[in-house]
């Protein structure tokens, strides 16, 4: 159980000027960060090797007016993201974080990729939900798993020493809340204890400790956690502990389209191309272009918590960039039938329920009716034979509220003032999605990470301690 221990002085074995606490993308992009600023820093990892919920995304980062935008002919600015980041989160979150995160994203990837090789590109061929433009990055094989082996390496590269099973159990701070170091605990059961100037949490949100999550959000407190394990609200508590704000506790990712019981992430592909889903009767039950994090929720109130997401072969060719995908189908998650009849008796579901669906979509589709959930499918391909589905449930991926912060990730008290040399990042602070999962835009996750993750990093040279 994670504490924070009030001492007026304390004798370390050894000490380091900067500790970050989580090696994920956040943790990792501000070891990087802090490296190239000169300054010394430490990682400690819980885990044997670091992968955390970075490993379990998708690996997407959303960036604005990039050089891998421009070679693609997509128009996008700052502004224009940042709009889109308060549209989605009905205004909630802080103006001044989502204009700094917007604006550093761009320079950040670019960063990326020129000091430290990541080869990122910009996804060109279908559009993610409240995102008015094309920019979604990622690596090759458009994986979490790639993006975290690519920071590790860099580390490596950079000698940057990350200590795994390294579980952070104690912070110490005197009277002023100044972070004086910290304890953390081996398999064997042995204690070590750091002392240091600065430190950065990265060490995700509260997405795996259940009481958090029933107390904060109630409607996911039976989900499937697709989220870390690891993620046990250790960075909300310290900072409590040491009298930081908080904010938008509620706020989470959830998504609709974890296919079960494989436990794979399904891209959102399949809907916002034209695709849809139904329950076991067959039925469309919600507006599913509205979002993935939402969905969830939606899914889990159908009978049995299961829904079908339904799409035909060329919206697969399109979701087939993703490693998730491919390995669903090579494990046979994915159905496919050359009618919706057909579809239908392979998926178990009444064939009446889906045929009328079929039909009351692609009537959608044509014009020819209004749809009921009021999804606008103007624009959207007919699905053809041979038509596909995937059987998937809603799951939490990781929390959104957190620890508030300022434009250099500095954690700050509720009066504003600052705590002495505490930092946070990535899913331990606040970020940019407001109070409920309809607030959260494709890929808010990794862009607090690697954004704030960055700015943390840099924040000495920047005038911090």
């Known amino acids: 159980m994670s504490q924070c221990v009030r001492v007026a002085e304390k004798a370390f074995d050894y000490r380091v000027p900067l500790v970050v606490i989580g090696a994920g993308a956040a943790g990792l992009v501000a070891a990087l960060s802090a490296h190239e600023a000169g300054e010394e820093v430490l990682v400690l990892e819980r885990d044997p090797l670091p992968r955390g919920s970075t490993a379990l995304s998708a690996g997407l980062i959303p960036a604005a007016a990039t050089r891998w935008q421009n070679a693609a002919g997509i128009v996008d600015t700052a502004e224009l993201f940042a709009g889109d980041i308060l549209r989605k989160a009905h205004g909630e979150p802080d103006a001044v974080i989502v204009d700094h995160v917007a604006r550093s994203a761009g320079p950040v990837l670019e960063w990326l990729a020129d000091r430290h090789g990541l080869n990122f590109s910009v996804i060109e061929d279908f559009s993610y939900p409240g995102h008015s433009a094309r920019r979604m ?93 690891g993620n046990q609200g250790d960075a909300l508590l310290w900072g409590q502990a040491l009298g930081a704000a908080t904010r938008h506790l509620n706020g989470h990712q959830g998504h609709g389209s974890v296919a079960h019981p494989a436990g794979i992430l399904i891209s959102w592909a399949t809907i916002t191309e034209g695709g849809f889903q139904v329950n076991i009767r067959g039925e469309r039950f919600s507006n599913e272009a509205k979002g993935y994090s939402e969905q969830a929720a939606e899914v889990l109130k159908q009978p049995e918590g299961i829904a079908w997401s339904v799409f035909d072969a060329r919206i697969a060719g399109i979701t087939r960039q993703f490693e998730d995908f491919r390995r669903a189908e090579a494990m046979g998650a994915v159905v496919t039938a050359e009618s919706p009849a057909d579809l239908a008796a392979r998926i178990n579901v009444p064939e009446d329920g889906l045929v009328s669906t079929c039909a009351q979509v692609e009537a959608c589709k044509r014009g020819e009716a209004s749809d009921p959930f009021a999804r606008d499918f103007s624009g959207s391909q007919p699905l053809a034979a041979p038509f596909c589905a995937v059987r998937v449930t809603g799951a939490l991926f990781h929390t959104q509220g957190g620890l508030v912060i300022d ?30 999962a309809s607030g959260y835009l494709s890929g808010n996750g990794l862009l607090t990470a690697v954004t704030l993750g960055r700015t943390a990093g840099a924040a000495k040279i920047n005038g911090d301690e």
């Open 137 to 229: 990055h990622g690596l090759a094989s458009r994986s979490g798993e790639e993006l975290i082996d690519a920071l590790r390496a860099a580390a490596e590269t950079c000698e940057i020493p990350v200590i795994c099973d390294a579980h952070v159990t104690t912070l110490f701070a005197d009277d002023t809340d100044r972070v004086l170091g910290l304890a953390f605990a081996r398999p064997d059961g042995s204690i070590e204890e750091i002392g240091c100037d600065r430190l950065i949490l990265a060490c995700n949100g509260y997405g795996g400790n259940r009481a958090l999550v029933a107390q904060h959000i109630p409607s996911l407190s039976d989900a499937t956690y697709f989220g870390h394990a």
């Open 407 to 436: 434009t250099r990730a500095r954690v700050l008290r509720p009066d504003g003032s600052a705590l002495p040399n505490l930092y946070a990042a990535g899913g331990a602070a606040c970020g940019v999605s407001g109070n409920d």
